[in-house]
């Protein structure tokens, strides 16, 4: 939920002091709004804690009267911003953890694979799996055409989606064999997302 919209219900922010404060915050600086996106929940703590920090008073109006100060509006930008960018970082975080696990069980899936050519054995369930997904595909865009099945209908989509999920594993089969580009995507996506160093 964005953060204006969360804030926009007058009678919220009377029942709630918090709110209030962080409404106050948002109307002195209504630019902090897109800090935080979507996921605004966490921010009207945040920037409640803050405006009483600043301010010295839990009281709206007093808070919004304190903030006539230029300066006091400075260090609430300064602190919104370093909140919304330790709250990127977290999430970046997340997701390099994510990322990095998925590459070591990638990585331990190809060591499995290089002992088994070792030891002069296949590994015939990935290859099972990766035979019937081909042929899972195969049969869906066949059944579809040979059978005039229309796409738009619910036997139609189910097998769209099916056929869209094996064709999936099939392309993941290919990028774990030939190092396909899905790591590198993943790791340009995080990187393009990233919050700039200087800021």
Do not use: W, Y
């Not at 056929?163 to 899905?182: C, M, Q, Y």
């Amino acid at each position: 939920m964005n953060l204006l919209d969360l804030l926009g219900d007058a009678a919220a922010i009377a029942a709630n002091p918090i709110a209030g404060l962080a409404k106050v915050a948002l109307d002195v600086a209504p630019d902090i709004a897109s800090l935080f996106g979507d996921d605004a929940e966490k921010a009207v703590g945040k920037l409640a804690d803050t405006v009483r920090t600043i301010t010295g008073t839990d009281d709206p109006g007093k808070a919004r009267e304190v903030l006539a100060d230029p300066n006091l509006v400075f260090q609430l930008r300064s602190q919104a911003q370093g909140f919304a960018h330790a709250e990127r970082m977290q999430q970046m975080t997340g997701a390099i953890t994510t990322l990095t696990a998925t590459l070591a069980d990638r990585q331990n899936a190809r060591a499995r694979d290089s002992e088994f050519i070792k030891a002069g054995r296949s590994n015939t369930r990935a290859n099972v799996l990766l035979v019937t997904a081909g042929l899972g595909i195969v049969g869906g865009i066949g059944f579809m055409v040979f059978g005039h099945v229309d796409g738009n209908t619910a036997v139609g989509g189910c097998i769209i989606s099916v056929v869209t999920l094996l064709a999936g594993k099939f392309a993941t089969a290919f990028d774990f064999e030939f190092g396909g580009s899905a790591d590198s995507e993943q790791t340009r996506t995080l990187l393009a997302q990233a919050p700039s160093i200087g800021k």
